[in-house]
Structures are given as structure tokens and as C-alpha cells.
């Protein structure tokens, strides 16, 4: 099939996800036939490398032979199974595996983020209503977090194109001040600024602790927001408040979690356990739909009873896949096989000095980097820039979804030195061309 052929029959018969379709109007959609390392192709040969790692969920490229050899080695024996009831061994050792390296247990899987998210919401609540505090039904989370896009994410979510519309079907939920660095007085540190915050976090919780389940958080990075960055300070400051006010804290590391910030957990950073933890995209390499949602023995025991009331009620037809399980292992022993997180910390670091070299003298301010996260906000009064850019990256080559007039790379681990070099110096030119 031609690629104007399929862009035809997409945009007639599918309803693309965070798009006003009208849009396509002026900007076509990207046809993909197939996928190899950083490299996304469309039908006519032309190929984009893929900066965002395809939202965030691609950690060891497109075709991925160890990741799709498991699946198809689980395919062989067991598709699908209802985990009602059932059991087999991918979820098992893949929820042995999770428990050794979070410090936490007693996987409960979905399959996209936002319903790991809904699952930590409900199961803290119902924690409490079980240990005999139903008052606590409360959730706070950060100004400018984003958890999902489900009603009950979407509340604790604080992104206000997302979220304003639906304001009236949402929970109850208070954001505090985000601890991003770059909201700092002029003068004030970002250790200092992440202390302010805490400190604002504190007082709130102080007031209202009697009627807050959970305090939910995107560790280290808020990558929605626009990768705001933050001291790790804040995450230790949160642990400390909750544990003091009996309020449950929530690790949402579905962006974050499996290597992004250079620790396996951004939470690993500020040596903190939460309450629960969030996993989801990168679980599988990107290959399968995942999510799972840990929580500590304590929250499960407070379920473990005669009644089935008491107990966590909550399901979805695809619960812990063999297949999505079988991608998720073999994501895990690449980690280890291929010692992932110390290759990382040269390739960060060459992606942060290649990307400074291209910057510098443009128009760019608060270049930032955590791990395989690199991001700056461009300096710039054009109303479109958003789509601008994009559109001409696009046409370049480069995958790129800027968020305001931040510009990220959050590229597959196995950019290689020449394409990283590339990307950058790419993104040099661009800005050159549409901003100088
Ligand atoms: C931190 C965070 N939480 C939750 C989600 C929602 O995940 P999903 O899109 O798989 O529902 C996302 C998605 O970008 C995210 O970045």
C-alpha cells in the first residue's frame, strides 16, 4: 500500500489518540510500514529516527530480537489465560523479578498506564476504609503531573488542555507547588526551592491528613509537564511527611521507571520506598501493552481477609498477559545481560555534551538532563511553535513532540554515538531555521 492510500483510510477510520483530527487537515499523518533500532520507515523508504522512543515506551530499538524471539517462544505455549483463579509462570517470576528490584510486591497488572494509576488510587482508599479510616478520600498530587488520562487520573492529573473539559465528572484532588527546578526564585537553589515546596507540602498535609489517602508523584521527572526536573530532596522531603501523617505515597514511574533517569527507579535517587509504585511503557521494551501496579506488604495484608469485600475486587480482561509478561522478562534480562544502566551513564553523558555543543549560541534556556532524558525550552514568541517544530523535524528525519516551547530527546537506549551526533546536530539547524 502507498502511503497516501493508507493516510486516506486512517484518518477516515480512525480516531487518533490526543488529536483534534480536524488538524490533519493541515498536517498529514505519518504512515509507518516497520521499525528497526532507532529507525521508524515509512512506505516509501523515507525514515524518521524515533526521538521520543515512540512515547516513551521503546528502550532497545524496533525489531527487537531478543524481546520478539520471547513472545513468540510464548506464543508457542500459552497466548492468554484469565488470571482469575489462574495462574502461570511468565506473571509469576515476572512479579518475583519487579518485587526483588522495587523493594515491593504483590504485582496487581493492567495494561496501560492510567489504569496502573486508577488501581493505586482505589487501592489506597480502600486500604483505609479497611483499617477502619473511610474519611480518608482524599488525593493530592504535583501542579503541572500528569497520570493518565482515565477519570480517576485525569483528577489527580493537572494539565489543563486535558483536563478542564472534564472537570465536572472528577474526584476530589489538591495540587501542591511543583518542585521543578526552574520555578525557583531568582537566587534560590534548586535543593533550596524543592525545600520550599516541601515545606508547602508539609503544611497541607498537616491541615488535612484526616481526610488525604495518597499523595501522588512522577519521581524526579515530570516528563508531561514539559521534563520538569527536580531535586531528588523533595522525594525524600514527601516519604518523611507521609510516613509522619499516615498518608500512602504514590510513585508513578510509568515514564520514569526502567532506566530513564540513569537508576532502574527515579525513587532509587532519593533512596526512598513508596507505598506504591507505578510501572508501565518501557515494562516491555515497548512491544506489548503493561502495567502493574506494587504496593507494600503492609497495604496487602490490610486485604487479606474472610470477606470479599475486604479484598481488592478490581480486574481487566487482559490482566497479566503471558505474551506482554514474556517481553517484560526479556526487557529485564537485557538489562542485566547487557549492563544497560552503566552503558547509559556514557551515553547520557555524550548526549548532554553533543546536544550543549549544538545550543550553543541559540536561543535556548534551562537545558536540563536526567539519565536518557535531555530537554531546554526555547526562547521564543511564535504562537505555533509546538507544531512548527515538529513539522519541520519531520521533515528532516526527526521524531520530535515538543511540549510548549520545550524541546526534548528521550531517545531507545541504543542510539549509537553517529545518531545521536546527527540528532543534534539536526536540532541545531532546525532552530537556526525557524528561530534566527
Ligand atoms: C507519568 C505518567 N503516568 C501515567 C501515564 C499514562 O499512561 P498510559 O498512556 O499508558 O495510560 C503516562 C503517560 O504518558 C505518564 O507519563
Known amino acids: ?86 495462574t502461570h509462570e511468565p506473571v509469576v517470576r515476572l512479579s518475583e523479578r519487579l518485587a526483588a528490584l522495587t523493594g515491593l510486591g504483590h504485582c496487581f497488572y493492567a495494561s496501560d498506564g492510567a489504569s496502573a494509576t486508577e488501581i493505586a488510587l482505589k ?88 481526610q488525604i489517602a495518597a499523595f501522588i508523584l512522577e519521581p524526579l521527572v515530570q516528563c508531561a509537564a514539559g521534563m520538569a526536573m527536580y531535586s531528588s530532596l523533595y522525594l525524600q522531603r514527601a516519604r518523611d511527611i507521609c510516613s509522619r501523617y499516615q498518608v500512602h505515597l504514590i510513585a508513578d514511574e510509568i515514564a520514569v521507571g526502567f532506566g530513564r533517569t540513569g537508576t532502574m527507579f527515579a525513587c532509587e535517587q532519593a533512596a526512598i520506598r513508596p507505598d506504591f509504585m507505578c510501572l508501565s511503557k518501557g515494562i516491555t521494551g515497548g512491544y506489548l501493552p503493561l502495567s502493574v501496579t506494587l504496593c507494600t506488604e503492609e497495604i496487602y495484608q490490610a486485604f487479606y481477609d474472610d470477606s470479599a469485600v475486604r479484598g481488592f475486587l ?23 545481560r547487557d549492563g544497560v544502566l552503566e552503558s547509559n551513564l556514557r551515553k547520557s553523558a555524550y548526549m548532554k555534551q553533543q546536544l550543549e555543543q549544538a545550543l550553543a549560541g541559540l536561543p535556548v534556556m534551562h537545558a536540563r538532563q536526567q539519565g536518557m532524558i535531555a530537554a531546554f525550552d526555547v526562547i521564543s514568541v511564535r504562537q505555533d511553535f509546538q507544531r512548527d517544530f515538529y513539522q519541520a523535524a519531520l521533515a528532516r528525519g526527526l521524531l520530535l513532540r515538543p511540549i510548549g516551547n520545550t524541546v526534548y530527546l528521550m531517545p531507545p537506549y541504543v542510539i549509537s554515538d553517529s545518531e545521536i551526533d546527527w540528532m543534534c546536530g539536526e536540532i541545531a539547524q532546525l532552530l537556526q531555521e525557524r528561530l534566527t
Open 314 to 336: 478490581h480486574s481487566h480482561s487482559y490482566t497479566g498477559n503471558p505474551l506482554a509478561c514474556a517481553a517484560a522478562l526479556a526487557t529485564l534480562d537485557i538489562f542485566e
Open 1 to 86: 500500500m502507498e502511503n497516501q492510500e493508507l493516510l486516506q483510510r486512517s484518518l477516515r477510520a480512525v480516531w487518533h489518540p490526543c488529536t483534534q483530527m480536524k488538524s490533519h487537515e493541515s498536517a498529514p499523518l505519518v504512515p509507518i510500514s516497520h521499525g528497526q533500532g532507532v529507525w521508524l520507515y515509512d512506505m516509501d523508504g523515507k525514515r524518521y529516527l524515533d526521538a521520543v522512543s515512540s512515547w516513551w515506551v521503546n528502550l532497545f530499538g524496533h525489531n527487537q530480537p531478543q524481546i520478539k524471539q520471547a513472545i513468540c517462544e510464548q506464543m508457542d505455549a500459552l497466548e492468554h489465560v484469565i488470571l482469575a483463579g489462574f
Open 123 to 210: 487501592m489506597s482508599f480502600h486500604y483505609w476504609r479497611n483499617s477502619g479510616k473511610p474519611g480518608k478520600t482524599r488525593f493530592l498530587s504535583l501542579q503541572n503531573g500528569y497520570h493518565g488520562e482515565t477519570l480517576g487520573a485525569l483528577s489527580v492529573t493537572d494539565v489543563a488542555i486535558f483536563k478542564d473539559t472534564y472537570a465536572p465528572l472528577l474526584l476530589q484532588s489538591e495540587q501542591m507547588p511543583s518542585p521543578d527546578w526552574r520555578l525557583a526564585a531568582e537566587g534560590e537553589s534548586a535543593e533550596q526551592y524543592a525545600s520550599r515546596c516541601g515545606d508547602a507540602l508539609e503544611q497541607h498535609i498537616a491541615a488535612h491528613h484526616e
